[in-house]
């Protein structure tokens, strides 16, 4: 909105009275962005209209000014987007992203069936794996979801867990063994 100003001066010889008619313009902020990931390419809306500014951990991303970026890094990501107008600015809520660091091929080792499931997941580790692993289920916007840690003896494991109380879509469900991330797609249904 627009507004005005009034400056009001006083002495014992009397007063005057300045007034400033639409002297100050409040801008309001752009809408506050939102992310999706985007097979693995993060995803800022609004898409146009806006300079745009990533951050990773809350430190900008050097060159990350388009509306999508592919991280290279895991870690929580937010964007920034300014109304090059008035310059008013508005801040996303966090997305954690993980996907990139320590991720392997996993050869066989981890069996996830059934996928897509609509509840009961069975989840066979090979003896390769350490003894204390971690499984972590992310949603589409890198939002932890399910939790849980495993511990194992030498030789051919497997557990069932269930997933039915997350909704329909597709997850990323992480084995994490010491270092190293091994990650599927799951497929609710």
């Known amino acids: 909105g627009t507004y005005n100003v009034t400056l009001v001066a006083s002495s014992g010889a009397g007063s005057d009275t300045e007034v400033k ?19 693995g390419t993060l995803m800022a809306t609004p898409s146009t209209g806006y300079n745009y ?12 000014t388009l509306p999508s ?5 895991d870690g929580d990501y937010t964007v920034e ?8 600015s508005s801040t ?22 059934p996928n897509p499931t609509s509840g009961l997941l069975t989840i ?8 204390d692993c971690d499984l972590i289920i992310h949603n589409g916007v890198g939002q932890i979801v399910f939790s849980k840690p495993v511990r194992f003896v030498s030789g051919m494991h497997s557990f069932e867990v269930n997933v039915a109380g997350l909704a329909k879509g597709v997850y990323t469900l992480t084995i994490a063994d010491g270092n190293k991330k091994y990650n599927h797609k799951l497929v609710m249904d």
Not at 53 to 64: D, F
Not at 92 to 113: C, P, Q, R, W
Not at 124 to 131: C, I, P, Q, R, V
Request: aromatic residues 10%; hydrophobic residues 35%; contains cysteine.
């Open 21 to 39: 008619t639409g002297y100050i313009v409040v801008n309001p902020n752009p809408p506050i962005p939102a992310i999706s990931n985007s097979g």
């Open 69 to 73: 970026y592919t991280p290279t890094t």
């Open 92 to 113: 996303s809520a966090v997305t954690t992203f993980v996907g990139i660091a320590g991720v392997e091929n996993d050869n066989g080792l981890i069996n996830i069936y």
């Open 124 to 131: 066979t580790f090979n003896a390769l794996l350490g003894d």
């Open 53 to 64: 500014q990533w951050y990773l951990n809350g430190s900008p991303v050097s060159g990350a």
């Open 81 to 88: 987007i300014t109304d090059t107008a008035t310059g008013c």
